[in-house]
Structure formats: C-alpha cells, structure tokens
C-alpha cells in the first residue's frame, strides 16, 4: 500500500488520534500547567517512537521539554529537519466557547479545540505523513529525517535559542520544513515566503504615588490613564501611519512584481469583503496607499495589545489611578532591528509624555523577520505537493505573523526553510472556537507525504545553491 492509500484509509484512526493529543491543556504560559506540558511532550515523542524513529528524546530545559526525534537511515540522501510546537495558548474567555476548548468536537466538517490549527494539528500533520511514507517503504524512508517540536512558542521561545546553539550538530540538516502558517482558502492554496518580526513592549505611565479620591483630586491631577491614552493617540497619524520618528527609515519597500503578485490573489474589493466577513468590523482600517494583503504582511505595525488601569471590578469606584500599563507590540519587516525600534519607541513616548506625569517603555521580547526565496528547487517542491494535494498551484503570500525560529534556522543552521502552513485564515488561532478544518488536515497529510518525496530527488548539492 502507498503512503497516501494508507492515510486516506486510516482518516478515522488519525482523528481519534489527534483529538486524544488535543485534550491535553499543554498552555505553556500558566504555571499550574506545568505538568499538561509535560504530558504533551511525552505525547509527542511517544508518536514519533511508534512511527518509527530510531532516535527519540525529550530534553528537559529551564522552562518546558523540547522533543527530538529521528531517522537517519538513509545514506547519501537529504536530510530533512521539521519543526513544530505542541504548547498552546490560553483559553479566555471560556464563556465563548461553544464547546469546551480541551473537549475537541467535529461540527460542520471542522474540528474545534484549542491547538487544532495552532500547532498540535500541523504537528499531527507531519507525523502521520512520516508514519504513512515508513509503511509504503517498509519501515525505512527515500530521505533522513529529524523533528524538534517544542513547547515554548507561545511563550516566544524562550528556551530554544540556546537548545539550538548547543546541538548544531544534532539539528544539521539539508532543509527545514515547518507547518505553523496557513494559506488563503481551500480553493485557492498558497505558500508563504515572508513573516514579519516582533518588538514587544510595555509602556507603564505614573501619576500620584497612590490611587485617589476622583472627587477630591480629579481636574488637579492629571489622570495616568487618560494620559497614558493620549500618549497612545499619538503613536500614529490620522492616515493610519505611524508617528514614531525613524520608524520607517529600514523597512524594505515591496518590488513591483511582489505588488502585482499580491494584486493577483484578490482584488481590493475581495480583500475589503473577506475582512469584514472574518472580523464582523464595520470596515477596514490602516495606510491606505496600501492593499489589506500589502497591510498584513508586508507593511509594519503598532497595536495595542492590552490596556490595565484603575478599577476594572463589578460595579462602581470613584478612584483616579496612580499608574495605567499597556501592551503594545510592533509587526516588523525585513531590515527592521527590532531592538532599534524598542529604542525608537521608546524616545517617541518619551518626547510626548505630558510633564504632569512620568512613564516607562520597557522591552519584554523581539523576534526577527524573515524572508524565503521562492526560485529554490525546495521551494519548486512544496509547489508541487500542494497542487497534487489540494488540486490547484498555489500563490505566494507574506504572513502578518512572527514565527522567529525561521530566522534562527537561517541563520544557526544554514538551511533552507519551507512554511507548509495547512490553516485557513477564519481558523481563529489564539480565540475562541479555534478549529482546524478536515479537509485541511487530510489534504496536509497528502500534501506533506508528497513534499517529502519530492524532497527525498533533489541533488543535495542544490540545497546549498
């Protein structure tokens, strides 16, 4: 039996499979599950051992376990490296669920838990397609492969840096895959070749040294919360563009065959219709100058992530803070340093602060941007396994998102990366009623099973072209 007889034979298998892996709460950012984390990783490499992956680990780090896994029975074929994570984001707000986050539920075709598109069921992706290609070869495979899957992105991988800088040799490899992005639509599949980077930041205004009396002391004192939102309306100009100085001076405007390339997934209407479709907004906001599609993944952002001040309890308390905190963070594109931009940031928000109260810009973490050639015979590849998986070529795209471990695989370990994302963009990673729709997950499985082979003929001196 082929590879991909045997996965379209065994779907019902691979669901029950998978929704036993997302019933685990491995949320890497709360503390109290530390030990669904764990359990998770323990889920992973045990996968990878019954697939059949000769040499399977799970690292232990200062935060959450990095799984390794590997098959290296190939001699003189290329060597593939996969990547994935199996950490997930919380759940809040629970009441919006429709059904449980950790109780996955099929409804319409789609699969709904929290981690079924973000990146349990990418993971699961790949793994079944490796477990489909050792059954068609007898337990061996045309290419080696190694997979880390680990389980600290969502908390940006604090860990995996230093993972990566003390086993190179352990993660050498010809090419890297991973399945963490998404694609356009069913009917119209594409590849990413760009992610934007990330600066993240808290800016903390102080006012009194003490909450106070509304009543006594409001229109004396100037509100840290009113103030710090007008610092926050300062931080762009009425056109949608930011206002921070030199914010723009690095950004690497898109050629006009990216633009024209961009036009040709949709139109300006198109893209105005499927936001509003997808987010429920009136209409859509930014640079105008620019498309939807040139807004989201190839022009630089500033949001506001989180607002905290005051009272935020049940009922009423006439209080006039003492301090108002936000979260913001900054989409970066190629050229931008995003520990520039942190100091950039943080000059402007010093220039516009009000001198009646004092504030702080303080950097939490960055990841870099990242930008794939799309003329690599990998790349021609991936192209091809996604128009024999889902029946059509697929355009190229920019991501708005940040992944920084394909920088880091760039730049640590010399290798090609392809993002063979099988998300759709209504997917609603990281809210409520996350799903991960079926079709995608059994055409990814075709789609991965053919990308490998393809990968399994190319001249392994091509990959280093």
Known sequence: MNAIDYANANHDVFLEQLKEYLRI?????????????????EWTAAQMRKLGMTHVEVFPTAGHPIVFGSW??????????????????????????????????????????????????????????????????????????????????????????????????????????????????LEQPSIVY?????????????????????????????????????????LHRADGSIAVKGFYDKVRMLSGEERKALAEVSSVEEQEAKLREITQVPMSWGEGEYTINERT?????????????????????????????????????????PAEIYQL????????????????????????????????????????????????????????????IVATFRKKLGTPVLLAGYGLPDDGAHGPNEKFDLQCLYKGINTAIVLYEELSRIPLAQFKA
């Open 345 to 404: 940031v943080k000059a402007h928000v010093a220039s516009i602060t009000p001198p009646t109260v004092t504030s702080e810009v303080r950097l939490l973490h960055t990841g870099d941007s990242a930008i794939v050639p799309i003329d690599a015979p990998a790349m021609a590849a991936l192209v091809t396994a996604i128009e024999q998986g889902f029946g059509k070529k697929p355009v190229f795209m920019r991501e708005g998102g940040s992944i920084p």
């Open 72 to 185: 290296l029975g190939a001699a003189g074929a290329p060597t593939v490296l996969v990547y994935g994570h199996y950490d997930v984001q919380p759940t809040d707000p629970d009441n919006e669920w429709i059904t449980p986050a950790f109780e996955p539920t099929v409804r319409d075709g789609k699969l709904y838990a929290r981690g079924s598109v973000d990146d349990k069921g990418q993971v699961f992706v790949n793994l079944k397609a490796l477990e489909a290609l050792m059954k068609q070869y007898d337990g061996k495979l045309p290419f080696n492969v190694k997979m880390i899957v680990e389980g600290e992105e969502e908390v940006s991988s604090i860990n995996l840096e230093g993972f990566i800088n003390d086993h190179l040799d352990l993660l050498a490899a010809d090419v890297s895959v991973i399945s963490d992005t998404g694609m356009l639509s």
């Open 194 to 234: 760009g992610l934007r980077g990330l600066t993240y930041m808290e800016i903390e205004v102080r006012g009194p040294y003490k909450d106070l009396h509304s009543g006594q002391f409001g229109g004396a004192v100037h509100n840290p919360a009113q103030a710090l939102c007008e610092i926050i309306a300062a």
């Open 297 to 337: 993944g190839a022009r630089p952002t500033l949001e506001v992530n989180g607002l905290v001040s005051g009272f935020i309890g049940e009922g009423a308390k006439t209080v006039l803070p003492a301090k108002a905190l936000a979260k913001v963070s900054c989409r970066l594109v190629p050229d931008q340093d």
């Open 25 to 41: 709460p491995s949320i890497s950012t709360l503390s109290e599950r530390k030990d669904d984390v764990k359990r998770a990783a």
